[in-house]
Every structure is written in structure tokens, then in C-alpha cells.
Nanobody
Framework: QVQLVESGGGLVQAGGSLRLSCAAPGSIFSINVMGWYRQAPGKQRDLVAAISSGGSTNYADSVKGRFTISRDNAKNMVYLQMNSLKPEDTAVYYC????????????WGQGTQVTVSS
């Protein structure tokens, strides 16, 4: 199955920043919504941020004002700029394209680990 490739994670101190990248194997131009998700140990995978093909964005309340999602259709890339990181942001981060009501366009990739130390 086709997967996206996430990168850019790492270990950072609280208050720091990271920029995550998501590379798609083909064109994302026609994909309406791309999203970043995260899963902390023992918890379910949740949507963090989403961006439409027109550039509209939505964020989880916990990251509003700190995270910014963007997409570059020409490069088939989706990004997540994360600022003012908190220990509770520690998780594996994934990207995907949701297919309502409960599906996704791609198989889940390996994700990228983000660890925020206090």
C-alpha cells in the first residue's frame, strides 16, 4: 500500500521548535484535505491540524497559536511548523489524507517521533 514519508522529528526542550515534513509519493494537488495526526503512548491517534486544497486550516485546541500547517502542491509536500513546544506534545506524528467518514487515502507510515523535555 502507498505510504507517506514523515521526517523532521527529534528531541527538543520545552519552548523549542521543530518543523515536520511529509512527502507524498505522487501529486497531492487534487487531494482536498491533508492532515497531521499524533499518537502518544497508550493513547489513540488524534488529528492535530488539517489544510484544504484552498489553504483553509483547522487546528486542535491544544495546538492553536503554536502550530502551523502548510502544503506545497508543486513539491507534493505537507509541513507542520511547531513552536512553543510542550512536554504534552510528545508523540509520534503522522500525516495522511482523511476519507470521510472513517477512512484514509494512504496506509499509515512510520511517522516521526517528537520528544519534548521539560
Amino acid at each position: 500500500q502507498v505510504q507517506l514519508v514523515e521526517s523532521g522529528g527529534g528531541l527538543v526542550q520545552a519552548g523549542g521548535s521543530l518543523r515536520l515534513s511529509c512527502a507524498a509519493p505522487g501529486s497531492i494537488f487534487s487531494i482536498n484535505v491533508m492532515g497531521w495526526y499524533r499518537q502518544a503512548p497508550g493513547k489513540q491517534r488524534d488529528l492535530v491540524a488539517a489544510i484544504s486544497s484552498g489553504g483553509s486550516t483547522n487546528y486542535a485546541d491544544s495546538v492553536k497559536g503554536r502550530f502551523t500547517i502548510s502544503r506545497d502542491n508543486a513539491k507534493n509536500m505537507v509541513y507542520l511548523q511547531m513552536n512553543s513546544l510542550k512536554p504534552e506534545d510528545t508523540a509520534v506524528y503522522y500525516c495522511n489524507a482523511p476519507r470521510p467518514p472513517n477512512g484514509f487515502k494512504y496506509a499509515w507510515g512510520q511517522g516521526t517521533q517528537v520528544t519534548v523535555s521539560s
